[in-house]
Structure formats: C-alpha cells, structure tokens
C-alpha cells in the first residue's frame, strides 16, 4: 500500500518547536509535491505547508507563515516541517499527503496519498 508515514508529534508548551518528518512507503516521493495538513477537533482540515518535486518551491498558510518551514531531503526521501513559536491554536492532528500535480499547493482533493496522521499538542 502506497502511504506516507508520518512521526514527530508530542506535546509541547506554547513557544516551544516540534519537527515532524514524513517519509514513504511503497514508493518514493521523487515525483510528487509532499504536503502537510491538519485537523483540529471540531475544525475542517486545512492545509498548512507544501513543497513541490522539482524546483523546491514551497507555500504556506498565513497562519503559519515566519513560524513553520518546509524542507525536503530527495537523498532520505523524507520531508519535513519545522515548526517554532508554537501556539495552542496550532493543536492539530497533522497529515502528511503527496500530490501528483508535482507543485506546490493546499487544494487537498489534489493530493493523492495520505497518512494516518500524529498529534501535535501545545499546551503549558
């Protein structure tokens, strides 16, 4: 099964930085755009980060923009969000999921593959 695996979550206090990591499995990212998404409870998921396949170009939410970075290593076939100055609104189950399309964007019905998703939590 083609599926994007993702670790790194926890709980952190408010300020604090979190990196998650998402690599593949049964397949290589080498093609697709990698995308970071979440879900808070309550909440519609929306998209927070995405990185494309071939020029490292990169889009982010505005709600997470100067706090969160995107980067992806091809040799590790890993992407990863570093994300800093976190706040409580940022609790969220975060998913990482690969797109095709091969650029950077947050239209989710884009995106073909998705994980099962790890919580991140801030809170003091």
């Known amino acids: 099964q083609l599926q994007p695996v993702e670790s790194g979550g926890g709980l952190v206090q408010p300020g604090g930085s979190l990196t998650l990591s998402c690599t593949p499995s049964?397949?290589?990212?080498?093609?697709?755009?990698v995308g970071w998404f979440r879900q808070a409870p309550g909440k519609e998921r929306e998209g927070v980060s995405c990185?494309?396949?071939?020029?490292?170009?990169?889009i982010y939410a505005d709600s997470v923009k100067g706090r969160f970075t995107i980067s992806r290593d091809n040799a590790k076939s890993t992407v990863f969000l570093q994300m800093n100055s976190l706040k409580p609104e940022d609790t969220a189950v975060y998913f990482c999921?690969?797109?095709?399309?091969?650029?950077?964007?947050?239209?989710?019905?884009?995106?073909?593959?998705w994980g099962q998703g790890t919580q991140v939590t801030v809170s003091s």
């Open positions: 049964g397949f290589t990212f080498e093609h697709y755009a």
């Open positions: 999921a690969v797109s095709q399309s091969g650029y950077a964007q947050l239209v989710d019905f884009m995106f073909t593959y």
């Open positions: 990185i494309s396949n071939s020029d490292g170009s990169t």
